[in-house]
Each structure stands twice: as C-alpha cells, then as structure tokens.
C-alpha cells in the first residue's frame, strides 16, 4: 500500500497530553500552560518524522450537539467542564495546523469520532490506503479491520501501540472487532453517561457477546440465561439498544471532502518559527528547524485568542497575536570576554575582584562528580555583557597553587558571591580545600521561590528573563545521547580552542550576574527575602560540608541482608503461587490481576486501567485485606523486592571507593514546599514503618573509632504546625499536656476517655490526622481504613466538631488562596495556586488540597532548615568535632565522638526546638545515639 492516512483525534490527545504535565505543567514565561499545546505537538512531530504519512488531518469536536443528544439528552451530562488551561489551547490547535497546512477537520452535528469514522471506512472502500486513527480511545476499536489501525502514542516514556484486528480481539476477549460496540451497550460507559445495563461490567458484559455473538441474538435467546443476569437483561433490554446507538460511531454518514484533500504539505517555515518562538517552544524549534532556530520568548495575547468558527469542515484559520521577542546571542551581542592565563593577569584580575561589593564566578570542570573532578577554569562577571576565563594549568599541582591565589577573594566575608546552582561549585571547591564564604545569592534558588512552577535551570532563565539563548554546551563537548558529537572534555576544549570555552564560561558568568540583577529586586515582590535570605542561602555552605562528610555504609551487612530478603522473597512466593492453584509470574500486574479476579473472584467488579488490565495497585491490593491471605502476601513481598532492588543491592553501587562513604546530593527546592529530596543516592524514601525497612538503617554506621551516630527527630512536626496555624484550643491544650496526639484525638472523636481509647480506634485518629493535612475526603478515609463512605463521613464530621479551629482553618486557606492566588507558610514562602477558581471539580480540588496542605508541610520544612543553619553555627561556635551528616524528612543525623554526645545532643535539642516558634504549640525533639542509624533512632 502506497497511501498512509493519520486520523488525529485531537481532542482526546490534547486531554491526554494537559493530565500528562498535570503535577508538572509547561508554563511560559508569563506563566501560560502549555502542556497541552506541547504534548500534541510533539505527537504530531514524531508522527510525521517517524510515521511518514501520506495524508494527515486533525478533528475536533465543535460545542453544537450530535444527534446522540437528540435520542439521549443526558448523554455526556455528567461531563466536568473542561479545564480552563486546556480550553486555551484549542485556538492554538487551529494556529498550530494552519502553519503546518494541516487540514483541522470539524463539522456541527458530528463528534470528532464519527468523523474519524467516516474517512477510515471511506478509506477502505477506495482500497490503498493503510489507515491509522490516532487516539488513546479504545472504543476506536469498533472500527479497526485489516486496513485500519488504532495508533496509541506512548506515554511516560512507553512506545507507541498500533491495534489491529487482532489486538483488539484479545484487547476485549472477542472475536470480531464490530463485537466491541456490543460489548459497550451491555457495560455502557460511566464517562459519557451510556447507561448500559445496570450491574454490568466488562467482563460479564464480554462474556455474553462471546457467547451469543451480537447484541440482537443475546436478546432472542435471554431464555437461556439464569437467575439475576437473565432479570436484568429482560428489564434493561431497551437501555442496551440505545447504548449500542450511543456508542457507535457513525461512518456511513455524507462528508463532504475528499481523501486526496488531506494529503501532507510542507509546512510554512516562517508560521510555525514565529508558533514556536511565542510560546516557547525552543527545543521543538531547534529539533525541526536545527540550530539556525531563533528562539523567542514572551507572549501577551494567546488569552485574548479566539478559535477559528466551529461548524467549517476545514477549520484552519489562523487567530491573530502579536509577534513574539526574538532571542538575542553571543553573535548579536556586544560584549567583552576576557581571556586570563598568566601570574600578572591573575594578580590583576584578583586586584579588581578585591574591591567589589558581590562578583559572579562559575567553575568549568571535567565532570559533574564534585569530589572527583578537575578545575579547567573559573569565569568572573561583576557587570553586564564583560567576563574573565581564567584558565588553569592541566597538572595538578600547578592547578592548586592557582587555585590558592583565589582564597582571599573567595573566602572574603564581605563579599557577596553570586552563581547558579553555586553548591555545586562551592562542592568542588571545598573537595579541593577551599571551603567558600558567603554571603551567597544563588540565581536557581531565587527564581524557585519566585516562580516555583516553572523551570530552573539557566539557559531557560536567560531566555525567560533576558531574552537570551546562551551558548551551548553541546557545541563544546557534544553529547552522551547520540552518535551525532564526539564527546570530549572541557580540557580538551581548553587546549584545543581557548577563545571557545572562554567566550562559553564568562558568558555563564555574565548571564548569572544579570539575572541576579534581575531577580533580586523580584525577591520582595513576592515575599520571599526571608526565605531566600535566611533560610535557603545560609543552608547552602550547610549541604556543602553535609554532601561533602557522606555516611558510612557497612557493605557487608547490606549484603547479608539481600541473601535474607532474597529468601524470604523466594518463600512468598512460593506460598503465593500455591493460593494461585498454579504458576504464575508474580511481577506481571495483568497475571496478577488475572489470579486474584478471575481464578480467585475477590471482587465482583474489579476496577481496571487505561489499557484493560485489572488495577494490582498497593491501594487496590490494601483495600482486599482480609479476603484471603494471598493478599498479605502478596503486599509483603513487594516491599521486600522493592527493599531489595531499590536500596540493598543498589546502595553498594553508591558507595565511594575513596572513603567508603555515601554521598548523596540534597536539593533545597525541587519541590514547591520547600521540602528537601536527595539523589544519587534517594536516602529520603528509606522506609522506616516496617521491620524489613528498618533493617535498612542498620547498615548505616558510624565511620570512625570512638564515634557514634545521633539521630534527632521532630515530634508529630507537621501536626503540631497544624495546631499552631489553626489555632484550634483543643488540640494545643493535647500537645501542651504532652499527650499521645492520636489517642486524645480517638478519645473526642469516640467520646471515650482516654485509657478507653481502643488500638484500632487510635489507628483510625491517626490516619484522619495525617489526612486532613492533605484534604483527605471520605471516599479516600474510607479507602484507606477499608470501612464504608457513610462511616468515613461521620468520623469526620465528628473530627471538625471537636476540632472547630482545624475546620475554619482549612475553609479559610482555601478562601485566602482565592483571594490573593497564593497560600504562605509562618515565614512566608508562597506558592502560586493556579487552579483554585477552576470549572473543573477535580482539577479544582486538587488545588484546594494544595492550599490547605502547602503551609503546613511548608513551614515543617521551613524549620528544620532553620534548625540546620543553627546547629551547624552552634556546633562549629562551641569547637566541637560533631558532623551533620543528613537531613531526612523531620530528622538530622550526627557523626558523634563519644566525648562530645551530651554536649552535642543539649546543643542540637535546644537548636533544633527553638529554630521557628509555633506560638503556644510546644516543639518536641526526639534523640538517640547508637552505633548504627537503627539504634540512634
């Protein structure tokens, strides 16, 4: 076949594509969602690059109504109103397929899959063409035969599907494609309001068709079915003739194009720059149009933009806006880099740098492992558009005696240094002896807490905030991703071509120094000097000395233990396969589902995903607790491989060869509230509930005779804040008479006293604790506790009735975050709450649950920042020898000598309480000393 037609169900893919970013959104510049505008338009591109089509269109739907809405008002009825972020793409949608000259095909009376339909089946007629309908929709299915196709994008990283006939078939369990619309009419569809018969999931509703071929001989032979089945179709059996009407997709309708009409053009290369440029698309740019792309940034009126009339068939007129700021470079710009390279040029350099009241400086290095790693040089800036490379020797020990003039300017108190994700620099400096003096201003962290949603790192700044493309570092070095560059070094650059990696490096300097500028007087604006000036700076040379010190891991034990888990994993299951009846590959989520749904039947009306299988996730898994003891089983033996997999065989792999210690990376502002992460390796996400986790800990010790580890803990922190923010008299009055906050929360919830307070009543009060901080709702309380909604609800409503001040408060921050956009923690940190006005009930919901969440877990992470800054002065101010060595949630690690354990332990106790006042809440700190971190803590 010659003719490849691609039919884009664009709205289906633009739906897909927002949900894809939803907790990660692309957003411009000026703070424009464009997630979905940018997953289609990548799908498009991969299509055209990698799919070769002949013939191309995208359909939409139009708002008029279909005659499904005629025989059916309620159809759809249920329907959320789509997001307001997505609504704003589909204008662009319009744009984005003029300047490609692709046909956007709609029609009034027609959805976008009766349209599809149409073509696909007109496309079999006129033979030749191999078809392909672009959409996530399995009920597509209907339509597929031997020339017709469903072409799945991938997502997350999977790759794409093509369903053919066979595909389908064993998709649904049928034996002809035309049978899934059959299948449809006995399930019906929750989504667009087909009610189906009652009672009827997919499987029955399969089993059925595969049993009486159709819909029609189902309803002629319904004397053979038995009991409640037999019942329910005889009294639904109308519902299920007008479900199979609303859930086939017409194809035999008048359309007036033809498929030669769609065949694919080049697209206007000026329309779609110009696309790119004005939102931002600068990677796109690149990858279609190659380097020659001039990136844009900025963008005033997509707001103001209107779609082309709904109701054309060819719907491709382009919506007016105003040009976009084209990029300037290092070719357009002037500027002075200077080159340094002798004694003399250095002694002068250092002169000037001496008398400034701040400088920028950047390190260009060999690699990206800050204790292993050479210094090729080191770029300065202290004003716009002039820099200085200073170039250092190859040989090491000539590379430390330059490096050594550069102390006094670097360890110089009075001076403010200035960089861009500076810790890494600060790191390597300090692997090489030199442990930098702040004050810092570090550009990554002020734009983070002035546009925390947005990206970070320094190219995107300097085009977001300067208008700026920067040099690439693929133009020096290539890239590891492809064959395209040979990879070489920054050395090798250096050597090979001075003018280049010095142009490269001072320009990174002279673009930090700018957006330092610009940023700084941004800072207030947004409420964020405390934050980024007492907290998140000061924390910098903090992490630096914490990464630098790693933790002792005893390898061995680490070892030993895999052999244990690997055993008991081997016994699960085991144990598993004989509940199953059978073998089965316990590490296939559609085998499992299988097992526990059809072989076992433990539930009636398994939920299932996207793709069909049943849902084996650790919530599914935990609400079938006590319906057969596969199930504990099973949940034990995931944690043990994962256990296994994630930390015992892999943290042997991240242990250093130079000292025998971990060093992980910590990250002050990956997430919004302010919460560290670490990676390389992640030491946040150790486990520490049950007692294979906890095993964990036992291999990490102390690293040097006569030391012992410390561990200090913030006590129920994120509660406590709670009951600080909310003011709530009962629960302060709790935390003031240092009761057990859960049980005293069971017994007003329960009305029972104290000592009445039941373990399973306790179990309860803690998970509405720890839910209400995240919004929990009664279907999610009664999801987790496995006990019906109606219960849920009360135990909630009875939780807001004694404790009036957490209610009002939650009410109140959600109203606040209406109000202003934004929701703060004690010491002002703020993020920008986006979709809290949204149409859309789940999208707004998601960000209510945010406002109410964010200050709370915002001002825990706020304080025991604080309390790292202050116990590491302290600590350092008393003389003594103790390290911080991690941060993990609400608690610190020491590396102790055995001498200084009360003196530390009185300093960090008193640091870590007093680091943020809660008011009349009283802040508790747990701490224990062990040889190893299980023992400490």
């Known amino acids: 076949m010659s003719k490849r037609l691609f039919l884009l169900d664009g709205m289906a893919l633009l739906y897909r594509a927002h949900f894809a970013f939803i907790k990660n959104p692309i957003r411009t510049s000026d703070g424009l969602n464009t997630s979905a505008l940018y997953g289609f338009t990548n799908t498009l591109l991969d299509i055209l690059k990698n799919q070769q089509p002949t013939h191309l269109a995208v359909v939409l739907d139009t708002s008029a109504p279909t005659p499904r809405h005629e025989i059916f008002p309620e159809y759809k009825a249920q329907r959320e109103e789509m997001p307001e972020d997505l609504a704003n793409a589909i204008p662009q949608i319009h744009r984005l397929c003029a300047a490609m000259n692709i046909p956007l095909l709609t029609r009034d009376g027609y959805e976008a899959d009766d349209i599809i339909g149409i073509l696909a089946k007109r496309s079999e007629e006129e033979k030749g063409y191999e078809t392909y309908m672009v959409t996530p929709d399995k009920d597509f299915g209907q339509l597929v035969s031997e020339t017709v196709k469903i072409y799945k994008p991938g997502r997350q990283g999977s790759d794409v599907e093509i369903l053919g006939v066979k595909e389908v078939c064993e998709r649904w369990g049928i034996d002809r494609p035309e049978q899934v619309v059959d299948v449809l009419a006995l399930m019906g569809d929750a989504v667009d309001n087909i009610p189906g018969i009652p009672g009827f999931g997919e499987k029955t509703a399969t089993s059925l068709i595969k049993q009486f071929g159709s819909l029609e001989n189902l309803l002629a032979n319904v004397g053979q079915l038995k009991g409640k089945q037999k019942e329910k179709v005889e009294l639904h059996q109308d519902k299920a003739l007008l479900s199979r009407e609303l859930a086939t997709i017409m194809h035999v309708a008048p359309l007036e194009v033809e498929l030669e009409s769609l065949v694919v053009r080049g697209h206007d290369d000026e329309a779609l720059k110009g696309l790119f440029t004005e939102f931002e698309f600068n990677a796109l740019g690149r990858r279609l149009f190659g380097d020659e792309f001039k990136a844009g940034r900025g963008r005033q009126l997509a707001k103001e933009a209107t779609p082309a009339p709904t109701g054309e068939l060819f719907a491709t007129e382009e919506v007016a806006s105003q040009p976009p700021t084209l990029l300037r470079s290092i070719a357009d710009t002037e500027h002075v880099y200077h080159q340094v390279h002798t004694a003399s040029e250095r002694a002068a350099l250092i002169a000037q740098l001496a008398k400034q009241p701040r400088f920028c400086f950047d390190l260009e290095t060999t690699s990206l492992d800050p204790r292993d790693t050479e210094i090729v040089g080191i770029a300065f800036s202290w004003q716009a558009h002039e820099g200085w490379f200073v170039f250092f020797p190859r040989d090491q020990g000539e590379s430390a005696k330059v490096l050594e003039e550069f102390r006094g300017v670097l360890t110089k108190t009075q001076t403010e240094k200035i960089g861009h994700n500076i810790k890494f620099d600060l790191s390597v400096l300090l692997a090489k002896g030199l442990e930098v003096k702040g004050p810092f201003f570090d550009t990554m962290l002020a734009h983070s807490l002035i546009e925390p949603d947005q990206r970070h790192s320094m190219d995107y700044l300097s085009e977001s905030v300067l208008g700026y493309t920067p040099v690439s570092i693929t133009t020096l070095i290539g890239t590891e991703k492809n064959d395209l560059f040979s990879q070489s070094t920054m050395a090798d650059v250096a050597e090979a071509d001075p003018t280049k990696i010095a142009d490269y490096a001072a320009e990174d300097a002279d673009v930090t120094w700018q957006l330092a500028e610009k940023l700084r007087p941004l800072l207030p604006n ?136 971990v060093h992980t990376t910590f990250h002050q502002l990956m997430a919004a509230t302010g919460r560290m992460a670490s990676s390389n390796p992640n030491l946040q996400n150790i486990p520490i509930r049950s007692d294979s986790g906890k095993e964990i800990r036992k291999a990490f010790v102390s690293g040097r005779e006569g030391w012992v580890l410390l561990s200090a803990d913030y006590s129920q922190i994120e509660l406590r804040v709670m009951a600080a923010l909310s003011d709530d008299k009962a629960m302060i009055e709790a935390f003031q008479n240092g009761q057990d906050i859960h049980q005293a929360t069971a017994a007003r919830v329960y009305s029972v006293p104290l000592d009445g307070v039941l373990p399973e009543m306790r179990r309860t009060a803690k998970m509405v604790n720890f839910g209400i901080i995240y919004g929990i709702s009664a279907f999610g309380l009664s999801q987790r506790l496995g006990i019906p909604r109606g219960e849920a609800a009360t135990i909630i409503d009875n939780y807001f009735k004694q404790f009036p001040g957490i209610h009002g408060y939650m009410g109140q921050i959600v109203q606040d975050a209406k109000r202003y956009g934004y929701v703060e923690t004690i010491t002002g940190r703020r993020r920008v709450i986006r979709d809290i006005a949204s149409g859309n009930a789940s999208v707004r919901g998601g960000a209510e649950r945010m406002a109410m969440n964010t200050p709370i877990q915002g001002t825990a992470a706020d304080m025991i920042k604080l309390a790292m800054i202050n116990v590491d002065k302290a600590l350092t101010e008393a003389g003594l020898q103790t390290r911080m060595l991690l941060q993990v949630h609400d608690e610190l690690l020491f590396e102790v000598p055995q001498d200084e354990v009360e003196t530390a332990k009185t300093i960090i106790l008193k640091e870590m309480s007093e680091a943020l006042s809660l008011g009349d809440v009283p802040v508790e700190v747990e701490a224990g000393t062990g040889i190893n971190w299980l023992e400490a803590h």
């Open 526 to 661: 947004h409420g964020a000097e405390r934050v980024f000036y007492e907290i998140e700076c000061p924390l910098l040379p903090v992490l630096v000395r914490m990464e630098h010190e790693g933790v002792k891991v005893d390898v061995q034990a680490l070892r030993e233990f895999g052999l244990e888990l690997e055993k008991r994993a081997g016994e699960m299951n085991r144990r598993i396969q004989e509940y199953a009846g059978g073998p089965f590959n316990l590490n296939s989520p559609k085998q499992l589902g299988e097992v526990l749904f059809e072989k076992l039947k433990l539930l009636e009306k398994p939920k299932k995903t996207a793709t069909g299988q049943y849902q084996t996730n650790e919530q599914v898994l935990q609400s079938l607790m006590g319906l057969h003891p596969i199930i504990a089983d099973i949940l034990e033996y995931r944690e043990v491989t994962k256990l296994k997999n994630t930390y015992v065989d892999a943290l042997p792999s991240s242990v250093s060869k130079a000292d025998g210690r």
